[in-house]
C-alpha cells in the first residue's frame, strides 16, 4: 500500500459516527478513537473531505437495508475526498492527492476505503461537498428517467419527493429532457421544488392526489413515475400511469413497502413496473453503469448538473440529520463534515 500522509500513522486513530443497534439514528454515535482503516485489494484510503446523507443510512440504522452493515458499524457510505493510500491489484490507479466522489463503507469518518471502480474524480473547481450526489443521486435519478423509464420529449412525469437529494435530480434532468413535471412533496419544500422548473407541485399526503392528477392531465395520466415513497403513494401512481405505455420506476419506499398483486396487473393496473438500485446496476449491468457516467460528466461539462449546494453539518450533528431526514423534514443534499 502507498500511503501519502507524513503527519499520519498507519495505526492512528480518527473521529467517526458509529451505529450501535438497529434501533435507528438514535443510537448513532461519535467516537474519537475509531482506528483508521486500511485499503485492501482494489481499493483507494479516502481522506473524506464531505460525507454525503442519503436515506439509504436511515434504513442502515434500522436494519431495513437488504445487505447494510451489522452492528456496532461506522455510518455512511457516500464521500468525496482525497486519495491518500492505494491497496494492491489497482491497475491504472488515480494518482494520489485526486479528489474523488464514490461510495463505500464508513463514509461518516474521517478517513475510509473505497473500491477504485467506482470512484468518479470531482469536477474541475469543484469542492468536495459540491460533487456529493453524483454517484447516487445523480445516477439513480438518471437511469430511472433514461434507461429504464424510456423518457421522451412532451412525456408527462410524476416525480416523488421532489425536494429530496433524488427527487431534485430528476426534477431537473426531466425538464433538461422536455418533459412536463408534476411533482409532490410536503407543502412547505414547494416553493423550492417550483424554483427548480417542477410545472406543477402537489402535497404527497393529499387523499385527493390521484384525482388532482388525473385532471390536470385532461384525464389522459402520466407518461412516467419515479415512485420512491412507496405505501403512502403507490397506489396513485398506479391509478395515474397510462395503461400500456406507461411506465412506473420503483426505487424507494421512504414511506414504508407497498404490495401489488399478479390480479392487480393483469385486470387494473396496466402499466409497465420496473425496479432500480443503483448499486445492483453497476455490479450487474457495468457498460450500462459506464455509461451513466459518461452522461453525468456531459451534463456537467454542458452546465446542466450544476454544483451541488448540500447542507453541510459538523459530523456530531449527523444523528440529528438522519432523524430529520427520517422524519421526512429535510430538504435537498445534507452532509456532514468529519473535521468540524
Ligand atoms: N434504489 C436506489 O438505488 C436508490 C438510490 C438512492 C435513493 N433511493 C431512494 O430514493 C428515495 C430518496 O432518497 P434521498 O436520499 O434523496 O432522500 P430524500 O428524498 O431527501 O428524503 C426522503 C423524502 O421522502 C419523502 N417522504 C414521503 N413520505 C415519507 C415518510 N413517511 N417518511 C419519510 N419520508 C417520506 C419526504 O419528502 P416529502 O416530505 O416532500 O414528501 C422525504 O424528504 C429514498 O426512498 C431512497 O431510499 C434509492
Do not use: C
Amino acid at each position: 500500500m502507498e500511503i501519502n500522509e507524513p503527519r499520519q500513522t498507519a495505526d492512528q486513530t480518527i473521529r467517526a459516527l458509529i451505529q450501535h443497534s438497529h434501533r435507528g439514528p438514535k443510537d448513532l454515535a461519535l467516537t474519537a478513537d475509531q482506528r483508521r482503516p486500511t485499503p485492501g485489494p482494489g481499493e483507494y484510503l479516502i481522506r473524506v473531505g464531505s460525507a454525503g446523507v442519503n436515506f439509504a443510512d436511515v434504513m442502515q440504522t434500522n436494519g431495513t437495508y437488504v445487505g447494510g452493515p451489522q452492528p456496532p458499524y461506522v455510518a455512511g457510505f457516500e464521500a468525496a475526498g482525497e486519495i491518500v493510500g492505494i491497496g494492491t491489484d489497482v491497475e491504472h490507479p488515480l494518482p494520489l492527492g485526486t479528489h474523488v466522489i464514490g461510495a463505500g463503507p464508513g463514509a461518516f469518518a474521517q478517513y475510509m476505503t473505497m473500491p477504485t471502480a467506482g470512484v468518479l474524480p470531482v469536477p474541475t473547481g469543484w469542492s468536495d461537498a459540491e460533487a456529493l450526489g453524483m454517484v447516487l443521486n445523480w445516477a439513480t435519478a438518471l437511469a430511472a428517467l433514461k434507461p429504464l423509464g424510456q423518457i421522451k420529449t412532451d412525456d408527462v412525469v410524476l416525480i416523488h419527493a421532489a425536494a429530496g437529494g433524488v427527487g431534485q435530480a430528476a426534477l431537473r434532468l426531466a425538464r433538461h429532457y422536455g418533459a412536463r413535471v408534476i411533482a409532490t412533496a410536503s407543502p412547505d419544500k414547494h416553493h423550492a421544488v417550483r424554483a427548480l422548473g417542477a410545472n406543477e407541485v402537489l402535497d404527497s399526503r393529499h387523499p385527493g392526489l390521484a384525482d388532482e392528477i388525473t385532471r390536470l392531465t385532461g384525464g389522459a395520466g402520466v407518461d412516467l413515475v419515479l415512485e420512491s415513497v412507496g405505501k403512502a403513494t403507490l397506489a396513485t401512481s398506479l391509478a395515474v400511469a397510462k395503461p400500456f405505455t406507461g411506465r412506473i420506476v420503483v426505487f424507494g419506499a421512504a414511506s414504508g413497502d407497498a404490495t401489488i398483486t399478479t390480479h392487480d396487473l393483469v385486470f387494473t393496473h396496466h402499466a409497465a413496473i420496473k425496479g432500480l438500485h443503483i448499486g445492483a446496476l453497476a455490479t450487474e449491468a457495468p457498460s450500462l453503469y459506464q455509461s451513466l457516467l459518461a452522461e453525468i460528466a456531459a451534463l456537467v461539462t454542458n452546465g446542466v448538473y450544476p454544483p451541488g449546494t448540500p447542507q453541510v453539518h459538523p459530523l456530531a450533528e449527523g444523528p440529528e440529520v438522519l432523524r430529520q431526514l427520517q422524519a421526512g423534514a429535510t430538504h435537498g443534499k445534507h452532509a456532514l463534515d468529519p473535521w468540524r
